[in-house]
Each structure stands twice: as structure tokens, then as C-alpha cells.
């Protein structure tokens, strides 16, 4: 399987997205985030992470391109229609079987994109339940993170070619035109309620009989995938089916997934018991007890087993049963004492600030494995817990020590420690018998490793064919688009082109167009008759330096003013020429200023007029010249 070296730029750029706008991609597979990441600062000119770091802080609106650029929106209507197939005829029945007649139905399109593959699943729950039971029994959920994808979803609005998957009839049933769209039906499609959903950070939905899931699970790491399969889990029904892409597997996660049929990517939960709920005990009011019960509960407290004593709130030992008498050599005159002035405020353990804190507080406060060495030259093991004592309406009474004598057990952990050692040395002995068949196991593990290896590389290269398939889907449609508005602007510019040329050709001066540093742009046919040059000839050189029967160098002048604006920029002149045939004539040259969409003129028009001619003159009203 191949690695992919982790880049911290990268890594960082990530945690950004996460931290600023909620997009967690950490569990995205690298080598797909990082081609479509890289992808999109191609576009923006960018070569390094941190830069596009900053370029993103610095232009908040650059995160929505970047989303639909990692976000591939590729899907379809009965998309792998053999799969689709399996789930109407085969799925669907057993799901609607184990259900009650009235019982509701819920469905869940995760990572529905722009809703083709949610609409497919609200067709087929349709045609198996009927329109009136779809209506009263079925939920259909469609989520996804993209937010540009779910407003699309919701409008329901299609193209032709986005329905070339759909069969005829279910067409004319589930679909209406509209101005050249085609529209889901506003009664149904009002059924799929679309929102955002994120599978790795937000709660799933519950309960679901049906989980479509397909070729989402695919850009995600391991690890991820494995996450997001557990929640997938906890969201289906236990009778319910889990619905992925063909290039989904589940491999990792067979324990809580079992394949119906692997050709077609159909799952089934495998149950877990639940754990039983835990209910807190009754509250149990205990009434004043008749005296009887009073001599009864202090002998009951005298003969217990644990060594406790009773401390007011002042600090005085108020009781002491008789186990802790005999404990801590304590005598009726110690009773009604302050505990700091008798040996078991402080041995075995300081007990002082432990009742204060007790006290003061009101918290239980416990210490384990305190050691007590007797004179004897043993070592006693206690446990101790200070307890505040309250009375039914909060008010402190005092506090309660009670020191369980632990020896025995601690005894009793040693021997069963000194039998795990025991066992240990017995499980070595057989361990060393076993060796041979373990060497003979760990090779025959060592080639299943090895064919698990080569799967799981397959897999992933399979995983990874079908990711990069969509993104050539996804460019492709991109530039079929672009394609076609390129052709219908050639269209539009080769229309212009031939209005532009028959004006031109259809003036009686020559037209002669020069950019700000009078070098030629344009020279019409009547520009070739007066001075016999073509306008291929003279096409980029400078109007100033041509060897025709004109004299250009008069022009330079009127044009520097047509371009500095002066007078509004128009200016006139007459000058003596030769045309192509020779003839002397009086040529007249109108120089007008070439206006950009803005700013100062982006260069000069000049009209050029044989002024010999005698110009055409309208006749009066009354006939007359």
C-alpha cells in the first residue's frame, strides 16, 4: 500500500479549515485532498500552502471555491442500475415484510450531493409501496456537507442530459418540464428532507430501515472509514440494510457489518446486546425508631466487624464500637475527648485534616493500604473512609471513621500472585513445546499477511481509480461547458466580424485605424484603391514611416492632438497626395480619437476623402441645386 508522507503546510492548512469554518478534512485521504487542493491554487496562481494559508485569511469568499473543488458533486440517477435493481426486487420486499402494515419507514441518503441519488431512492420506495403508503409511512433524509449541493437538491430542477439514466415511464411519472427543465415532483420532493450533515462530527440519524451510503466512504482514510461505520451502525434499524458504492468494501469493519451480497454492496447490521439501563435506588424515609430500636441499632454499631469511631463537629470523639476499642486500645474514659490528644488522630495515619477537610467540606474522603506495624513486629494493611454524618434536614452532626482491617486480603492477592507466577512459568514450559507449531503458523500467517496486503492494495487502488474517474467526470463536464459558451462566443465574434467588414467596405473613405503608438490596426479596402497597398502589407508598422502618395509625416501632428483630446479631439486637414494611379489629388483626413470602455483614447480613426471629387448634392424642395 502505498504511503503518503504527511506535509505539516499542509497538515496546518487543514486545521485551519477546521478551526475557522468547520470543515474537518484531517480523515480525507491525502493523496485526493492533496491533488484537488493543489488543483484549485493552480487556478488561483498559488505554489506553496502557506501562501494560500494567507490568501485565504485575506479573501474569506476564496473557502467556497476550495470546498467545491475538494467536494466532488459527482453522481446520477440509478447510478450503477444494476444495484439499483437488486435493491427494488430483493431489498426493499424483505424490508417492507418485517415491518408492521402501519409501521413508518425510514430512509437516509448520506452524502446525497445534488440530490439525484436521494430522488432515485423516493422512485423506488414509490414504486414498492405504492404512492398513497409512500406518503403515510416513508421519511427520506438526504444529507451532505456541501451547502451549494443541498440548495441544488432541494430545487429538484434537472437538465435532459442529467436524466439519459432515468427509464421513459419513471420519467413521465416523477418528472415535470419546465422552460426546458426537467422538475421533481413538488409533492414528493416536498417528502425529502434535505440538511447539512456532517458523518464524522455530527450525530447520526436513528432508526434508519434503509442507509445509502455510495462512493462516499471512499475518500476517506482507514481509520476514518472506521469511524464513520460505527455511526453508520448505531443509526441502522437492527433489521435494517446498508446501501455503499461498488468500490466500498466494509473489509475493515466486518464485525459489525455482514455482506447480504458483495456484487452489489448491500450490508446488514450484526446486533450488539445493549447494556441495561441503570435506575437509581428509591429514597427510603426511615422513621424514629422506639427506644428498643435505638438499644438494638448501638449494639449492632458496638459489634461490628470494622473498627469505627464518631467525632462531632468540635472535634471530640463522641462513640467508639468495640472493635476499634480493642483496635486502638481506647477505654471508656477516652469518650467525649478531643481526638487530637488520643494516638489515633495520627497513627497509623494523620486523621487531623482529614476530618477537617471532612467537616468542612462535607465530602466522604477515603485512604487506602495504610500500613500499621504492632509491637508483635506484623504489618496490619487498613482501609479508611471519613464520612460526613448529616441529619435529614442537611445540618452536620459529625464525622464517621471506619478502618477495615485488609490483611487477609492483601494476603490472599500475594498467594494468588505467587500462583500467577506460578501459572507463568508453567505456560513458559508450554510455550517452549509449541515453538515448531508456532514457526510453522507464523509462516502460514506471514503468506495470509501477505494475500491481506496485496488485497487491501488492490482495494485501495481500486478506491483510488474510481476517485480519480469521478474528477474526470467533474472536469470534463466543466470543460464541455466552457466549450460550448467558447463556441457560441466564436459565433458571436464572427457575426461582428462580418457586420464590421461590410460597413467598412461599403464606405466611400478610406478608414485607417493606428493604436497610440500609430502603429497600424486596421487599413479598409478604399485605403487599398487610394495608395495601392494592402492591409497585409501595412498591418503593424508605423503609419509614420510608409512610402505612399500621402504625406504622412503632416499627419503626426493632428494625431498627437486627436490623442491628447485637445478641442474634443477631432481634427481636419487637407493635404496634396498622389494616389495609386498616379494622379495628383487633394486628399482630405479626419482624425478622430478611438475610445477604450474607459480611461484615455486607445488609439486614432482616420477617414481618408479624395477632395477633388465633387461631392454629391442633394437637390432643394423646390428642385433646384
Same mark, same amino acid.
Given at each position: 500500500?502505498?504511503?503518503?508522507?504527511?506535509?505539516?503546510?499542509?497538515?496546518?492548512?487543514?486545521?485551519?479549515?477546521?478551526?475557522?469554518?468547520?470543515?474537518?478534512?484531517?480523515?480525507?485521504?491525502?493523496?485526493?485532498?492533496?491533488?484537488?487542493?493543489?488543483?484549485?491554487?493552480?487556478?488561483?496562481?498559488?505554489?506553496?500552502?502557506?501562501?494560500?494559508?494567507?490568501?485565504?485569511?485575506?479573501?474569506?469568499?476564496?473557502?467556497?471555491?476550495?470546498?467545491?473543488?475538494?467536494?466532488?458533486?459527482?453522481?446520477?440517477?440509478?447510478?450503477?442500475?444494476?444495484?439499483?435493481?437488486?435493491?427494488?426486487?430483493?431489498?426493499?420486499?424483505?424490508?417492507?415484510?418485517?415491518?408492521?402494515?402501519?409501521?413508518?419507514?425510514?430512509?437516509?441518503?448520506?452524502?446525497?450531493?445534488?440530490?439525484?441519488?436521494?430522488?432515485?431512492?423516493?422512485?423506488?420506495?414509490?414504486?414498492?409501496?405504492?404512492?398513497?403508503?409512500?406518503?403515510?409511512?416513508?421519511?427520506?433524509?438526504?444529507?451532505?456537507?456541501?451547502?451549494?449541493?443541498?440548495?441544488?437538491?432541494?430545487?429538484?430542477?434537472?437538465?435532459?442530459?442529467?436524466?439519459?439514466?432515468?427509464?421513459?415511464?419513471?420519467?413521465?411519472?416523477?418528472?415535470?418540464?419546465?422552460?426546458?427543465?426537467?422538475?421533481?415532483?413538488?409533492?414528493?420532493?416536498?417528502?425529502?428532507?434535505?440538511?447539512?450533515?456532517?458523518?464524522?462530527?455530527?450525530?447520526?440519524?436513528?432508526?434508519?430501515?434503509?442507509?445509502?451510503?455510495?462512493?462516499?466512504?471512499?475518500?476517506?482514510?482507514?481509520?476514518?472509514?472506521?469511524?464513520?461505520?460505527?455511526?453508520?451502525?448505531?443509526?441502522?434499524?437492527?433489521?435494517?440494510?446498508?446501501?455503499?458504492?461498488?468500490?466500498?468494501?466494509?473489509?475493515?469493519?466486518?464485525?459489525?457489518?455482514?455482506?447480504?451480497?458483495?456484487?452489489?454492496?448491500?450490508?446488514?447490521?450484526?446486533?450488539?446486546?445493549?447494556?441495561?439501563?441503570?435506575?437509581?435506588?428509591?429514597?427510603?424515609?426511615?422513621?424514629?425508631?422506639?427506644?428498643?430500636?435505638?438499644?438494638?441499632?448501638?449494639?449492632?454499631?458496638?459489634?461490628?466487624?470494622?473498627?469505627?469511631?464518631?467525632?462531632?463537629?468540635?472535634?471530640?470523639?463522641?462513640?467508639?464500637?468495640?472493635?476499634?476499642?480493642?483496635?486502638?486500645?481506647?477505654?471508656?474514659?477516652?469518650?467525649?475527648?478531643?481526638?487530637?490528644?488520643?494516638?489515633?488522630?495520627?497513627?497509623?495515619?494523620?486523621?487531623?485534616?482529614?476530618?477537617?477537610?471532612?467537616?468542612?467540606?462535607?465530602?466522604?474522603?477515603?485512604?487506602?493500604?495504610?500500613?500499621?506495624?504492632?509491637?508483635?513486629?506484623?504489618?496490619?494493611?487498613?482501609?479508611?473512609?471519613?464520612?460526613?454524618?448529616?441529619?435529614?434536614?442537611?445540618?452536620?452532626?459529625?464525622?464517621?471513621?471506619?478502618?477495615?482491617?485488609?490483611?487477609?486480603?492483601?494476603?490472599?492477592?500475594?498467594? $494468588? !500472585?505467587?500462583?500467577?507466577? /506460578? *501459572? &507463568?512459568?508453567?505456560?513458559?514450559? @508450554? =510455550?517452549?513445546? #509449541?515453538? +515448531? %507449531?508456532?514457526?510453522?503458523?507464523?509462516?502460514?500467517?506471514?503468506?495470509?499477511?501477505?494475500?491481506?496486503?496485496?488485497?487491501?492494495?488492490?482495494?485501495?487502488?481500486?478506491?483510488? $481509480? !474510481?476517485?480519480?474517474?469521478? /474528477? *474526470? &467526470?467533474?472536469?470534463?463536464?466543466? @470543460? =464541455?461547458?466552457? #466549450?460550448? +459558451? %467558447?463556441?457560441?462566443?466564436?459565433?458571436?465574434?464572427?457575426?461582428?466580424?462580418?457586420?464590421?467588414?461590410?460597413?467598412?467596405?461599403?464606405?466611400?473613405?478610406?478608414?485607417?485605424?493606428?493604436?497610440?503608438?500609430?502603429?497600424?490596426?486596421?487599413?479598409?479596402?478604399?485605403?487599398?484603391?487610394?495608395?495601392?497597398?494592402?492591409?497585409?502589407?501595412?498591418?503593424?508598422?508605423?503609419?509614420?514611416?510608409?512610402?505612399?502618395?500621402?504625406?504622412?509625416?503632416?499627419?503626426?501632428?493632428?494625431?498627437?492632438?486627436?490623442?491628447?483630446?485637445?478641442?474634443?479631439?477631432?481634427?481636419?486637414?487637407?493635404?496634396?497626395?498622389?494616389?495609386?494611379?498616379?494622379?495628383?489629388?487633394?486628399?482630405?483626413?479626419?482624425?478622430?480619437?478611438?475610445?477604450?470602455?474607459?480611461?484615455?483614447?486607445?488609439?486614432?480613426?482616420?477617414?481618408?476623402?479624395?477632395?477633388?471629387?465633387?461631392?454629391?448634392?442633394?437637390?432643394?424642395?423646390?428642385?433646384?441645386?
Amino acid at each position: 500500500m502505498t504511503t503518503v508522507i504527511r506535509d505539516e503546510a499542509f497538515e496546518t492548512l487543514l486545521l485551519f479549515l477546521r478551526e475557522s469554518r468547520g470543515f474537518d478534512f484531517t480523515g480525507y485521504k491525502r493523496s485526493t485532498l492533496l491533488r484537488r487542493v493543489k488543483h484549485r491554487m493552480d487556478q488561483v496562481g498559488i505554489s506553496s500552502f502557506p501562501e494560500y494559508h494567507e490568501h485565504l485569511q485575506q479573501h474569506p469568499e476564496e473557502f467556497s471555491s476550495l470546498f467545491n473543488t475538494i467536494l466532488i458533486n459527482v453522481t446520477s440517477f440509478f447510478r450503477d442500475a444494476e444495484a439499483w435493481e437488486y435493491v427494488s426486487s430483493d431489498i426493499l420486499p424483505r424490508m417492507t415484510a418485517a415491518k408492521g402494515a402501519h409501521e413508518p419507514i425510514r430512509a437516509w441518503s448520506a452524502g446525497c450531493a445534488s440530490g439525484e441519488e436521494a430522488y432515485t431512492l423516493a422512485m423506488v420506495l414509490v414504486e414498492a409501496l405504492g404512492m398513497s403508503q409512500f406518503r403515510e409511512r416513508v421519511k427520506v433524509y438526504a444529507t451532505d456537507v456541501d451547502e451549494d449541493a443541498l440548495r441544488k437538491a432541494r430545487q429538484g430542477s434537472f437538465v435532459e442530459k442529467d436524466l439519459e439514466d432515468v427509464p421513459a415511464g419513471l420519467r413521465e411519472k416523477y418528472f415535470e418540464t419546465n422552460g426546458g427543465r426537467y422538475l421533481f415532483r413538488g409533492d414528493l420532493r416536498r417528502t425529502v428532507i434535505f440538511g447539512r450533515h456532517d458523518l464524522l462530527q455530527d450525530a447520526p440519524i436513528s432508526r434508519i430501515d434503509l442507509l445509502v451510503c455510495r462512493n462516499t466512504l471512499m475518500y476517506f482514510e482507514a481509520d476514518t472509514q472506521g469511524r464513520i461505520l460505527t455511526r453508520l451502525h448505531y443509526a441502522l434499524d437492527d433489521r435494517g440494510f446498508l446501501f455503499v458504492g461498488k468500490a466500498e468494501m466494509l473489509r475493515s469493519r466486518d464485525s459489525i457489518f455482514a455482506p447480504l451480497d458483495l456484487k452489489y454492496r448491500v450490508f446488514t447490521k450484526v446486533g450488539r446486546p445493549s447494556m441495561p439501563e441503570r435506575t437509581p435506588p428509591d429514597t427510603i424515609d426511615i422513621p424514629a425508631l422506639p427506644n428498643p430500636q435505638v438499644r438494638l441499632r448501638e449494639s449492632a454499631f458496638d459489634t461490628a466487624l470494622v473498627a469505627q469511631i464518631v467525632v462531632d463537629p468540635g472535634g471530640y470523639l463522641l462513640l467508639a464500637n468495640a472493635s476499634a476499642r480493642q483496635l486502638f486500645g481506647l477505654v471508656a474514659a477516652d469518650i467525649g475527648r478531643p481526638i487530637q490528644d488520643l494516638e489515633v488522630s495520627y497513627r497509623p495515619l494523620e486523621l487531623r485534616s482529614r476530618l477537617d477537610q471532612v467537616l468542612r467540606e462535607r465530602q466522604p474522603l477515603e485512604a487506602r493500604q495504610v500500613e500499621r506495624h504492632l509491637a508483635s513486629g506484623a504489618t496490619q494493611v487498613l482501609d479508611v473512609t471519613v464520612t460526613p454524618l448529616l441529619d435529614p434536614a442537611g445540618d452536620l452532626l459529625g464525622a464517621s471513621v471506619a478502618f477495615t482491617d485488609v490483611s487477609n486480603y492483601n494476603a490472599i492477592h500475594a498467594q $494468588l !500472585e505467587r500462583s500467577k507466577q /506460578e *501459572l &507463568e512459568t508453567a505456560s513458559e514450559e @508450554l =510455550q517452549s513445546t #509449541n515453538e +515448531e %507449531l508456532e514457526t510453522t503458523n507464523e509462516e502460514l500467517q506471514s503468506t495470509v499477511e501477505e494475500l491481506e496486503t496485496t488485497n487491501e492494495e488492490l482495494q485501495s487502488s481500486n478506491e483510488e $481509480l !474510481e476517485t480519480m474517474n469521478e /474528477e *474526470l &467526470e467533474s472536469t470534463n463536464t466543466q @470543460l =464541455q461547458a466552457i #466549450n460550448a +459558451e %467558447l463556441q457560441q462566443r466564436s459565433l458571436q465574434l464572427d457575426q461582428l466580424n462580418i457586420f464590421m467588414e461590410s460597413i467598412l467596405a461599403g464606405l466611400r473613405s478610406g478608414v485607417v485605424v493606428v493604436g497610440t503608438d500609430l502603429r497600424i490596426q486596421l487599413w479598409n479596402q478604399r485605403a487599398e484603391d487610394l495608395w495601392g497597398v494592402r492591409g497585409e502589407e501595412v498591418l503593424g508598422q508605423s503609419l509614420l514611416t510608409l512610402d505612399i502618395g500621402l504625406p504622412v509625416a503632416d499627419l503626426a501632428l493632428p494625431i498627437r492632438d486627436c490623442l491628447a483630446g485637445k478641442d474634443g479631439g477631432l481634427r481636419e486637414v487637407v493635404l496634396d497626395a498622389t494616389n495609386r494611379r498616379g494622379k495628383s489629388i487633394r486628399c482630405k483626413v479626419m482624425c478622430t480619437p478611438l475610445m477604450g470602455q474607459s480611461g484615455p483614447p486607445e488609439g486614432a480613426i482616420l477617414l481618408m476623402e479624395d477632395a477633388t471629387v465633387p461631392s454629391l448634392v442633394r437637390p432643394g424642395a423646390d428642385g433646384s441645386p
